[in-house]
């Protein structure tokens, strides 16, 4: 399984970016997907995920201005980030748990900056 993660940018406070995650390979149905970030000098943190069906959860940082979705069809998943905030500038990275082989994969990770 291969995840590739784009979208990121430099964007002004309250601004809008969408980040994009192909994935391909052997994927299999029964997968959860997700973007997790990273700030400098900050541990890992799970902001979004979503399951096969369509179940969503999200870091409260980020509840009401995030939302994640995904289109099983084309092996896609994404995250539209509106209201951004400096707090919100962080390396993300997607993010896939493949329940048949109980096992994680990341893609490479994509800059977002948040400007105040």
């Known amino acids: 399984v291969q995840l590739q993660a784009s979208g990121g940018g430099l964007v002004q406070a309250g601004g809008s970016l969408r980040l994009s995650c192909a994935a391909s390979?052997?994927?299999?149905?029964?997968?959860?997907m997700g973007w997790y970030r990273q700030a400098p000098g900050k541990q890992r943190e799970l902001v979004a995920h979503?399951?096969?069906?369509?179940?969503?959860n999200y870091v409260d940082s980020v509840k009401g201005r995030f939302t994640i979705s995904r289109d099983n069809a084309k092996n896609m998943m994404y995250l539209q980030m509106d209201s951004l905030k400096p707090e919100d500038t962080a390396v993300y990275y997607c993010?896939?748990?493949?329940?048949?082989?109980?096992?994680?994969?990341w893609g490479q990770g994509t800059q977002v900056t948040v400007s105040s």
């Open positions: 979503i399951t096969s069906s369509g179940s969503t």
């Open positions: 390979g052997s994927i299999g149905e029964i997968t959860t």
């Open positions: 993010w896939m748990y493949k329940h048949s082989w109980m096992s994680d994969y």
